[in-house]
T-cell receptor
Framework: DAEITQSPRHKITETGRQVTLACHQTWNHNNMFWYRQDLGHGLRLIHYSYGVHDTNKGEVSDGYSVSRSNTEDLPLTLESAASSQTSVYFC?????????????FGPGTRLTVL | AQKITQTQPGMFVQEKEAVTLDCTYD???????LFWYKQPSSGEMIFLIY??????QNATEGRYSLNFQKARKSANLVISASQLGDSAMYFCAMREVSNDYKLSFGAGTTVTVRA
């Protein structure tokens, strides 16, 4: 069965370190998204990609970067982790085009920055 | 401006009763879609139901139905015959064609089903 996976599921890091969160999907979806979830804010979009070599900034992109070298993967990098980036991170994917295409979510990564 | 507003941070419902979760949205795009997702305590996001802006009928999926009132810009989720397993956080989200098909989420509503 097709799926979307994230690793690690839990991560503790220190302020200033570079951290990369992995996202891998086997749906063969063109669209991939990274969100962060914080209490009271729902999910907020960090970065997204509509295909290989395409990346775009979301509403909370500062301090994060992504790259898309193939269809399956969209790693999220925190260049210099800050305590404000402690959050739960979700990766999602969807097929291209129509507005009714649902997004499929990964299980999430809980990141703690000390 | 907030695109999706969920005004009920938490709700309690008795088992086997129906519950309505409120969602209002803000858009000037005539073409958009509305989604509801469920997030149980285990953390995963589960797609429940979709309503398109041009759909004439309210969407239904099993015990879930969406009360779509376009003029009022509301898309309330109705869960009928609540079960203990319905206890979760519920998110309303919108995708606008003019916004590159990105999803905008509300802050969520926590539902607790009591036996």
């Amino acid at each position: 069965d097709a799926e979307i996976t994230q690793s690690p599921r839990h991560k503790i890091t220190e302020t200033g370190r570079q951290v990369t969160l992995a996202c891998h999907q086997t749906w063969n979806h063109n669209n991939m998204f990274w969100y962060r979830q914080d209490l009271g804010h729902g999910l907020r979009l960090i970065h997204y990609s509509y295909g290989v070599h395409d990346t775009n900034k979301g509403e909370v992109s500062d301090g994060y970067s992504v790259s898309r070298s193939n269809t399956e993967d969209l790693p999220l990098t925190l260049e210099s982790a800050a305590s404000s980036q402690t959050s739960v991170y979700f990766c999602a994917s969807s097929s291209a085009g129509a507005s009714y295409n649902e997004q499929f979510f990964g299980p999430g990564t809980r990141l703690t920055v000390l | 401006a907030q695109k999706i507003t969920q005004t009920q941070p938490g709700m309690f419902v008795q088992e086997k009763e129906a519950v309505t979760l409120d969602c209002t949205y803000d858009t000037s795009d005539p073409s958009y879609g509305l989604f509801w997702y469920k997030q149980p305590s285990s953390g995963e996001m589960i797609f429940l139901i979709y309503q398109g802006s041009y759909d004439q009928q309210n969407a239904t999926e099993g015990r879930y139905s969406l009360n779509f009132q376009k003029a009022r810009k509301s898309a309330n989720l109705v869960i009928s015959a609540s079960q203990l397993g319905d206890s979760a956080m519920y998110f309303c989200a919108m995708r606008e064609v003019s916004n590159d098909y990105k999803l905008s989420f509300g802050a969520g509503t926590t539902v607790t089903v009591r036996a």
